[in-house]
């Protein structure tokens, strides 16, 4: 429980090119990974996709248990409080907290409409039986923690009336303390100060679940993930260890790859002066215009 695997994954965007392609990596359960790239190469795209946001062109994406998303804008559209924390709630709970929210809504706009009335009780009813109202004490408990408010006093109000910093460690706050084995966050260290930043640190070093994050911050990458996971436009690659090693692993990498490359090069160059000389030789023999055509088909092929 609680690995990701992504295989072959390629995405492009609706009527535009291709993003990514011919990704594939994989974390084992309770792996705590940074995934970095260049700007523009598509990690928050990948992140929706594998939070199921968005649909892949090609490949796969298997999770071993149910994931969490935290956007990294979360909560700056319109909604309230309560609307924020629904949002990153189990989806049978999620739905069934919007329609409570819309059923109270209705009947506030028009108390003599008996229909409204039924559609509060009934969704009264499918919020408590979920645990409902037991989910509203860690909001509530999460508000006094981290604004210093209970949840009747800030639930109605609109998310974006909270701080950035607010707000993301009051999902942050619920993410942690969720049974979902898998947390997806895309940098949740945004609008955060000193203090909040290292109890990110210390939440993700200390949890049992997989987290896979987005941070720019390389001393959170540094202090918080045992992996790294460099995605590419052609694929990606997995350092197994702390952003605190990346470099000199990455450098190791372009040293290899860069040695292989001099070595095709060399070969490419070989086979083509070979093709070259039996093109001439061929000239003055059939033999030779044979073999000048295999060697030419062996180079292209190459």
Known sequence: MGHIAISNLAYAHPGGDTLFYDVSFRLPAGKHAGLIGTNGVGKSTLMRVVAG???EDEGDV???GRALYMAQDVGIGEG???ELLLAVAPARIRDAGLALLAAERDLAADATDPGAGVRLGE???????????ELEGQWD???????RAGLDTVGDRPANTLSGGERKQLVLDLLFGSDAPILLLDEPDNFLDV???RALEQAIRGTRKTVLLISHDRELLSAACDTVVTLEGNGAWVHPG???TYAEARE???QTMGDRLRQWNEEEQRLRELVRIFKERAKYSRDWAKRANAMETRWKRF
């Open 53 to 55: 946001e968005l649909d």
């Open 62 to 64: 298997a999770l071993g």
């Open 80 to 82: 309230s409080v309560r």
């Open 123 to 133: 969704a009264i009813g499918l919020w408590s039986d979920l645990g409902g109202y």
């Open 141 to 147: 408990a999460a508000c006094r923690r981290i604004v």
């Open 195 to 197: 203090p909040a930043k």
């Open 242 to 244: 702390s952003y605190s």
């Open 252 to 254: 190791k990498r372009q």
